[in-house]
């Protein structure tokens, strides 16, 4: 069989990893193989110039952030997504890509431009579900499942706004989904739902990343040729 690259992968089937140093990596590569994507779990650093998006999944930022910063993660990672690849961050990867928290912990990494408060429904609201529209997703609202959830309090330039969970009590509605260019930040988990769509979407994003990387090298190639 013939595929452009030599590595099996086509403009169609983007290669798709998932941070697998903490947290609920395994729940993201069901969600994928489900839609028809054999993603790899992402270890080593050297990985990221093999995928065409990333999803950082949910667990515990703290714990992601010094993870990432002992496996030399850090400046690779925000070098691959200034080149173009796709990157999603649920819940603690939401958190763990901010350009700024909050709180005090952890020190993000600045790969999105957003301010985001950690655990914002608190004690009383540890964990929830909310019926949500999505810009993007075509369809029924989808089930949002929140668990000691982030929300984005604010957003620089460019950043779209895609969800809003609406107002609690006495807390105002509150943005839970946002993206720039390729990078996507969700406060909630599709990984523990049954619906696939948010993760199609990513995989359009990691598509888009697919075609570029394979014009820039064809480009490369006839400029060598
Ligand atoms: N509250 C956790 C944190 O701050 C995130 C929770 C989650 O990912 N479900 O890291």
Known sequence: MSSLNGDGATPQQPRIGVLALQGDFAEHIHMLSEIGITAVEVRKVQQLSEIDGMIIPGGESTTIVKLLGMFDFVDELRSQVESGMALWGTCAGMIVIARELADPYPTP????????????????????????????????????????????????????????????????????????????????????????????????????????????STEETRSIV
Request: hydrophobic fraction near 45%.
């Open 109 to 216: 990494l600045n790969l999105l431009d957003i301010r985001v408060a950690r655990n914002y429904f608190g004690r009383q609201v540890d964990s929830f579900e909310s019926e949500l529209e999505i810009d993007g997703v075509e369809g029924d609202h989808m089930r949002a499942v929140f668990i000691r959830a982030p929300i984005v309090i604010d957003t620089g330039i460019g950043v779209e706004i895609l969800a809003r969970v609406p107002a609690i009590d006495d807390r105002p509605e509150q943005a839970v989904a946002v993206k720039k260019g390729r990078v996507l930040a969700t406060s909630f988990h599709p990984e523990l739902t049954r619906d696939t769509r948010m993760h199609s979407l990513f995989v359009e994003l990691a598509e888009e990343a697919r075609s570029d990387s394979v014009r820039r």
